[in-house]
C-alpha cells in the first residue's frame, strides 16, 4: 500500500525516478522548524473549534513537540519518499500517536501550508538581514569617526573631480544600506499576511477561525482571497529583489576596495586573514574575499530572474512550478548573510593609507572647481570662470 498522502485514487506507485525528481525535501527540510510551528497553532484552532477533541489536540501537540526535540538533536530523517517536509513530519507524528495524527490536516492544503511556513521564515529572515545591515552600518560609521581627517579624491568617471573626506565618502555607502534596510522592512507588510484557511485555494465548509490562528502565530493580517494566497508568491520576489539591491550596494563597494588595493591606487591595504595567494606566484596577494562579495551579486540577481520566469506563466491557483522557489529564495538568504558578516568582520581591518589618499587628491587639478567658484565670488560669471580655470 503507498504511503502517499494523495494515493487513493491510483493504481500504480510512483518510480523511484519520479520520486527523486519531484522530492523537495533536500531543500524544504530547512522549513522544519516553520512547519512545526504553524501545525502546533492549527490543532490549537482545530480543538478550540471542535473540529477534533481535546484529547485529539492534546496528543496532536505532544506529538509535535517531541518530533521537534528529534529533529532539534538530529534524531530524525527526512525522506524522499514522503516528497516534503509537510508529509515527513505528518507521517512522523502519524505514526508516533496514532490516528489522531491523520486529522492535524483537515481544514489544510499542502498549498496553504507551504506559503504559511515560507512566510514565517521569511519573516524571521528579514529581521535577521535588518540586524546585519545595521551592524555593518555601524561599522561604517566607526571607520568614518575614526578616519574623518583623510582626504581622498572623489571621482566621476572614474577620473578625479574633486577631494572629499573619506568620511563623507563611507557615508555614501551607510545611505545605500539604510535604503536597503527600509525596503526589506517595506517588504515585511507583504509577508506578514496569514494565508492558513485558504486549503487547496477554495477555503473549506470547516467552521475554522482564522483570526485565531492569526493571533498565535502574531500575524497582523490574513489573506482576503483564497485563490491569490496559495498562488502568491510576489512576498519572495520582493524579498529577492531587495537583496538584489542590497547586493548591488555590496558589490559596489567591494569594487572600490579592490581598485583601492591595487598598487595603482595604493589606498588601502587588505588583511593577510583577508586575503589569499597564488599556486604560482609567490608574490601575489589577492582580494579574493571581495572579488567574491561582488560576483555573488550575479547570482543574487540572477535567482530574482529565476524567480520571476517560473511565475511568468502560471494560470491560477497552485502549480507545482511554485516549488522551485525555495532553492533560489534560500540561495538568496544564505548568500547575503554571508557577504554582510564578512565584510562586517573584515571592514574595520583594513589599513587606510593617509598619504597616497592625499597625495592622490591634491593631483590632477582636483580644486579646479573651488577655483571657478572663488571667481564667481569676485563677480566673474560662472561660464566664464569655468573657461578661465580650464584653459
Not at 516534503?84 to 490516528?99: P, Q, R
Not at 570662470?385 to 580650464?390: D, Q
Amino acid at each position: 500500500m503507498s504511503t502517499k498522502s494523495w494515493a487513493g485514487r491510483f493504481k500504480e506507485k510512483t518510480t523511484k525516478t519520479v520520486e527523486t525528481f519531484t522530492s523537495s525535501v533536500a531543500f524544504d527540510s530547512r522549513l522544519w522548524e516553520y512547519d512545526i510551528e504553524g501545525s502546533v497553532a492549527h490543532a490549537k484552532m482545530l480543538g478550540k473549534q471542535k473540529i477534533i477533541s481535546a484529547k485529539e489536540a492534546r496528543s496532536i501537540l505532544r506529538g509535535l513537540n517531541r518530533l521537534k526535540q528529534k529533529i532539534q538533536k538530529g534524531q530524525f530523517r527526512f525522506s524522499d519518499e514522503m516528497e516534503d517536509v509537510h508529509m515527513n513530519i505528518e507521517s512522523a507524528l502519524t505514526h508516533a500517536i496514532g490516528s489522531a495524527g491523520g486529522k492535524l490536516h483537515t481544514a489544510r492544503s499542502r498549498n496553504d501550508q507551504v506559503a504559511l511556513d515560507l512566510r514565517l521564515y521569511l519573516r524571521d529572515e528579514i529581521a535577521e538581514v535588518r540586524r546585519l545591515i545595521k551592524d555593518f552600518q555601524s561599522v561604517l560609521v566607526k571607520l568614518a569617526e575614526k578616519h574623518i581627517d583623510i582626504i581622498i579624491p572623489g571621482y566621476t568617471h572614474l577620473q578625479r573631480a574633486q577631494p572629499v573626506l573619506l568620511s563623507h565618502h563611507l557615508m555614501a555607502y551607510f545611505e545605500m544600506f539604510a535604503r536597503d534596510a527600509d525596503r526589506f522592512e517595506d517588504c515585511l507588510k507583504r509577508v506578514n499576511v496569514l494565508p492558513l484557511g485558504s486549503c487547496a485555494l477554495a477555503g473549506t465548509t470547516l467552521p475554522i477561525d482564522r483570526k485565531y490562528v492569526a493571533r498565535l502565530l502574531k500575524f497582523p493580517a490574513i489573506s482576503n482571497n483564497s485563490i491569490d494566497a496559495v498562488s502568491d508568491r510576489d512576498f519572495v520576489v520582493e524579498f529577492i529583489s531587495a537583496a538584489s539591491l542590497l547586493m548591488t550596494h555590496i558589490s559596489r563597494l567591494s569594487e572600490e576596495l579592490v581598485l583601492w588595493n591595487s598598487e595603482e591606487f595604493g589606498f588601502i591595504e587588505l588583511p593577510d586573514a583577508y586575503s589569499t595567494g597564488s599556486s604560482i606566484m609567490p608574490q601575489k596577494k589577492n582580494p579574493d574575499v571581495l572579488e567574491l562579495t561582488r560576483g555573488k551579486t550575479g547570482r543574487v540577481v540572477g535567482h530574482l530572474l529565476s524567480v520571476f520566469v517560473v511565475l511568468k506563466g502560471l494560470p491560477l491557483a497552485y502549480n507545482r512550478d511554485l516549488q522551485e522557489d525555495k532553492e533560489p529564495l534560500f540561495d538568496t538568504v544564505d548568500t547575503v548573510r554571508a557577504c554582510l558578516s564578512v565584510l562586517t568582520e573584515m571592514m574595520p581591518k583594513i589599513s587606510f593609507n593617509k598619504a597616497a589618499m592625499r597625495t592622490a587628491a591634491e593631483g590632477g587639478f582636483s580644486t579646479a572647481t573651488d577655483l571657478a567658484e572663488y571667481l564667481v565670488r569676485k563677480g566673474v560669471p560662472f561660464r566664464k570662470a569655468h573657461r578661465i580655470t580650464g584653459g
